[in-house]
């Protein structure tokens, strides 16, 4: 009887064990879920205030046509990105390239760096920077907790049991890695 008891008590300990991996991984990918979600709000925050970012500086910048159409037209690009995260966030990255242009433009416009709703367009879109890039980093700690989930014993062979997948980092381009060239 004794050692009835004692499978029994393994086999619930096993099944303790089993069910405590399933919902730990299922934690951890509705962590990246959210976290990735996150981006995308961001970035949609983003493209929503070029509209009125573009309507503000319009007056003032009559003689700018190329960078007002590449501000519009990377708007576009990132509005029209689909679902492939990084394709997000490599046309997040070029909206944002051309806003910095646009804003340092705008340096030769006393009248429109002095305008109210100019100053509080660019505070907004340097916020939204700012939860861009927080986004990002949660992703990649997410991402970190489930790649070492993945990777340690038993961890390793739940995630087989469970067929789970390893997911993949958020990574800066090339072009991003490169040390801004300063010139006086």
Request: net charge positive; hydrophobic share 45%; proline share 2%.
């Amino acid at each position: 009887m004794a050692l009835l008891w004692w499978i029994v008590g393994v086999i619930i300990l096993l099944v303790l064990i089993v069910i405590y991996y399933f919902n730990r991984f299922a934690v951890l990918e509705n962590r990246i879920d959210n976290s990735s979600g996150q981006i995308d709000v961001q970035l949609k925050k983003r493209a929503d205030l070029v509209p009125n970012l573009m309507e503000s500086v319009k007056g003032y910048m009559r003689h700018e046509k190329s960078i007002m159409t590449e501000v519009t037209n990377a708007r576009e690009v990132l509005m029209g990105a689909g679902a492939n995260m990084q394709n997000k966030l490599k046309a997040g990255d070029a909206l944002q390239g051309v806003l910095g242009r646009l804003f340092a433009l705008a340096e030769n416009y006393p009248n429109l760096k002095a305008s109210d709703t100019f100053i509080q367009l660019q505070n907004e879109l340097s916020a939204i920077e700012d939860r861009v890039a927080y986004a990002r980093q949660f992703y990649n700690d997410s991402v970190l907790d489930y790649a070492n989930l993945f990777a340690t014993f038993p961890g390793n062979v739940f995630a087989n049991m469970f067929g789970k997948k390893q997911k993949a980092y958020l990574k800066i381009t090339e072009a991003e890695r490169k040390v801004p060239k300063v010139q006086f």
